[in-house]
């Protein structure tokens, strides 16, 4: 069973900064993405950013140049560190473990709140 564990979550003022964490547990192998998507009320889930085992980063229009995605490969643990956050930021964040073709999956975390005031 794979688990992933989110905090850093916050409120946080226009302008602010939050780092968010993730560690994932459990029996998973082979090459993977791990990566932040974000849900705001009344909206879809969209991606945020994604980073591979290579490292090899992805990231939304809206968020490029302001969020930074790293990952830790020994620990399991992926970190998105948000700069210049503005309102529209606020979402509830989601971390994924994935590998897509042959022996794939997807695994999500609970999420974390992110709330940025004017």
């Known amino acids: 069973q794979v688990q992933l564990v989110e905090s850093g979550g916050g409120l946080v003022q226009a302008g602010g900064s939050l780092r968010l964490s993730c560690a994932a547990s459990?029996?998973?192998?082979?090459?993977?993405?791990m990566g932040w998507y974000r849900q705001a009320p009344k909206k879809e889930r969209e991606l945020v950013a994604t980073i591979t085992r290579e490292r090899s980063t992805n990231y939304a229009d809206s968020v490029k140049g302001r969020f930074s995605i790293s990952r830790d490969n020994a620990k399991n643990t992926v970190y998105l560190q948000m700069n210049s956050l503005k309102p529209e930021d606020t979402a509830v964040y989601y971390c994924?473990?994935?590998?897509?073709?042959?022996?794939?999956?997807?695994?999500w975390g609970q999420g974390t709140q992110v709330t940025v005031s004017s």
């Open positions: 994924n473990l994935r590998r897509t073709g042959p022996l794939s999956y997807d695994y």
């Open positions: 459990g029996s998973f192998f082979g090459s993977n993405a």
